[in-house]
């Protein structure tokens, strides 16, 4: 494991204190989202592809508010505030996403998540998923497992057959011994959903599209990584978060062998 991957015990343990604060609004923005889910929220095209409601907005409102009025010296980041480059200069920042999965929620599909994590020097230090539609709230802190409903999280053992998401032209790039192995699993629009599935036990492994954002995946990346699996990108290292870029490339999500096969995968799509 690189160095970077790592994140010392103090700094762990300095984030307990955080925990507490991320579950509470992530509780709250999440109740604040199921007012408009189903009721036909009004909705907004950004770059003329992606949506956005109105019930995003309130949960973002609601969670800047909410976080910062706590931890005022922290950064900001979050997929519907304009990012305001201060942010550089804290040592700690909220890496946020009101609704991941918004295609999904307006949709009627009960997988979407809110997301919000607290990052320093690249790390996530706390990371919560609230994910009301579903009754299930994910949340990790380093070297202290993962946990769903105050139950700790394990991802489960490869078997024959293995259950896998994403883009099936990556899949399709798979050794065909590994092709013949594998199911597909229905998709998710939430990509922090299908982390956490992993995580969870549910799905195997997923390939990442290139263009996820920080907020995405910063949460669900510590949950993942706690309960026994990893994120990586295409050199093989855990992505860093909060810093000037906050997009990623090819990602690969899953444990042991499998995911050496999908890291192998994305590795070669710029060979």
Not at 45 to 70: C, F, I, N, Q, W
Not at 106 to 112: I, P
Not at 206 to 212: D, H, I, L, R, S
Request: glycine share 10%; aromatic share 6%.
């Amino acid at each position: 494991m690189q160095e970077h991957d790592l994140t010392t015990a103090g700094a762990a343990s300095d984030a307990t204190g955080d925990l507490p604060l991320l579950r509470d609004a992530a509780r709250e923005a999440g109740a604040i989202a199921m007012r408009y889910f189903g009721n036909s929220p009004q909705v907004w095209m950004k770059g003329g592809t992606s949506p956005v409601s109105e019930a995003d907005h309130a949960a973002d409102a609601y969670l800047r508010e909410t976080l910062l009025a706590a931890r005022p010296d922290y950064g900001w980041l979050s997929e519907e505030t304009v990012d305001d480059p201060v942010r550089l200069s804290a040592r700690r920042t909220f890496v946020v996403d009101p609704i991941d999965g918004t295609r999904g929620f307006l949709e009627g599909q009960r997988t979407w998540c809110v997301s919000v994590a607290v990052v320093e020097h690249g790390r996530t230090l706390a990371g919560v998923l609230e994910c009301p539609a579903m009754n299930e709230t994910y949340w990790a802190l380093p070297g202290q497992g993962a946990f769903r409903n105050g139950k700790r999280i394990a991802v489960r053992k490869l078997a024959d057959t293995a259950e896998i998401s994403g883009l099936k032209q990556l899949t399709d790039l798979m050794p065909a011994d590994w092709q013949a192995r594998l199911k597909r699993a229905p998709y998710s629009p939430s990509l922090a959903y299908r982390l956490a599935m992993i995580a969870s036990g549910s799905l195997d492994a997923t390939f990442v599209k290139p263009n996820a954002h920080d907020w995405d995946i910063a949460a669900a990346d510590l949950i993942l990584r706690e309960a026994g699996g990893q994120l990586l990108d295409q050199h093989g290292r855990a992505p860093l978060y909060a810093g000037e870029v906050t997009r990623h490339g090819a990602l690969a999500a899953g444990s042991g062998e499998l995911l050496a096969v999908l890291a192998a995968v994305i590795a070669g799509l710029d060979a």
